[in-house]
Nanobody, 127 residues
């Protein structure tokens, strides 16, 4: 089992920045893909960014150029740097780890491919 714990969410004004962290513990699958999803009220969970164990990233079109995903395999930590935040970025953000995917493009991120999930951290962006 893998346990994931997110932190770093909060409330910011548009144009601001936040850095989300996700600490992994337990039987971590360092060779597999990790990612960030988000879910706004009344909407489906969507993939935001994914990253392979070698650091190869993939970013969703909606956040391209503003968000950066990274991971520290030694520290078992996943990050999401979010800059130039917009009100439409408001959502619950979830860290997820796959138990079978090496890498996946952000456009193809499917929650069903990720076996392990954190509890989520809220990001609220106001005008």
């Amino acid at each position: 089992q893998v346990q994931l714990l997110e932190s770093g969410g909060g409330s910011v004004q548009a144009g601001g920045s936040l850095r989300l962290s996700c600490a992994a513990s337990g039987d971590t699958h360092k060779n597999y893909c990790m990612g960030w999803f988000r879910q706004a009220p009344g909407k489906e969970r969507e993939g935001v960014a994914a990253i392979a164990s070698d650091g190869t990233p993939s970013i969703a079109d909606s956040v391209e150029g503003r968000f950066t995903i990274s991971r520290d395999n030694e520290e078992n930590t996943l990050y999401l740097q979010m800059n130039d935040l917009k009100p439409e970025d408001t959502a619950m953000y979830y860290c997820a780890a796959s138990d079978r995917l090496i890498w996946v493009g952000a456009r193809r991120m499917d929650p069903n491919d990720f076996a392990y999930w954190g509890q989520g951290t809220q990001v609220t962006v106001s005008l």
